[in-house]
């Protein structure tokens, strides 16, 4: 499978040409940059450590996607919006781990996706999803009698919050309850806030290091506390899980899915 990762200069974007290349049935057909970077030009193997791949990173998306079959982005929500819409024209796979993405980009992802396969997670790794599971099952049989708070860590270099992982999860928690999270979502609290709302679904973020990503889901009953926590070590589990998306997603009619659709779950 020809794939093409989007950003291929930065930390994600190397440790996904070093997955690609190592992952069987898959290929680095191109490499793309913004215009101006540094890294235009360069070898994108050579760049992620490999050495010579024969792909030069280039900021021409269309002419990349056009002789591809999936494209690969953890970038930014504007640009990622422009890949899917260049994605529902080549008719080819988009995976998509970009964060901080508004209602309005969501919509067109939502358009792109009657023309392409688009799977697009807050976290792509399977750990996370299972605990995406295990967090509905466990609001659902609880009710809101137990409160539920999500607390994340990411490092300093960070720019949205609360993270995707920890909306992810929240969103589970909400489907367990049969709510929507929009309307019950607590995302900041400072000064005299008042005793907590019932079924409020509460958000704490932090930002330090370099780590990257713990996420911590506490169910707080009346005398008993249960914490589940998934706490990412290497990048290399996003990505592996994207090429794995990847690769489920050729074929498959055009549409939009999840990791969870990836992984059966």
């Not at 396969?117 to 750990?127: A, D, W």
């Not at 990411?154 to 992810?168: E, Q």
Request: proline letters at 2%.
């Amino acid at each position: 499978m020809r794939l093409v990762v989007v950003g291929a200069a930065g930390r994600m974007g190397q440790m996904l040409v070093r997955t690609i290349a190592a992952t069987e049935g898959a290929v680095l057909s191109a490499a793309l940059e913004r215009p101006g970077s540094a890294a235009l030009g360069r070898d994108a193997g050579e760049l992620a450590g490999l050495g010579p791949l024969g792909v030069t990173i280039a900021d021409d998306p269309l002419t990349a996607l056009l002789k591809a079959d999936g494209v690969i982005d953890f970038t930014t929500p504007a640009t990622t919006v422009e890949i899917a819409a260049l994605a529902a024209q080549a008719r080819i796979v988009h995976v998509v781990g970009t964060t901080g993405m508004t209602d309005d980009d969501l919509a067109k992802l939502d358009a792109a996706a009657r023309h392409a396969v688009i799977v697009r997670s807050g976290n792509m790794s399977l750990g996370v999803n299972l605990l995406a599971g295990l967090v509905e099952k466990v609001a659902k049989t609880l009710g809101v009698d137990w409160d539920v708070e999500i607390l994340e860590m990411h490092h300093r270099m960070k720019v949205d919050a609360p993270s995707g992982t920890a909306l992810l999860l929240g969103e589970a928690a909400a489907k367990g309850r049969e709510v929507a999270l929009a309307e019950h979502s607590v995302r900041s609290r400072d000064g005299h806030t008042g005793a907590r709302k019932a079924g409020d679904i509460g958000f704490a973020t932090l930002r330090g290091g370099t780590v990257v990503g713990d996420h911590t889901v506490i169910f707080a009953g009346a005398g008993e506390r249960i914490e589940l926590t998934h706490r990412a070590e290497d990048r290399g589990i996003f990505a592996r899980g994207a090429v794995r998306a990847a690769l489920w997603g050729r074929g498959r009619k055009p549409g939009l899915y999840s990791m969870a659709d990836v992984l059966g779950l």
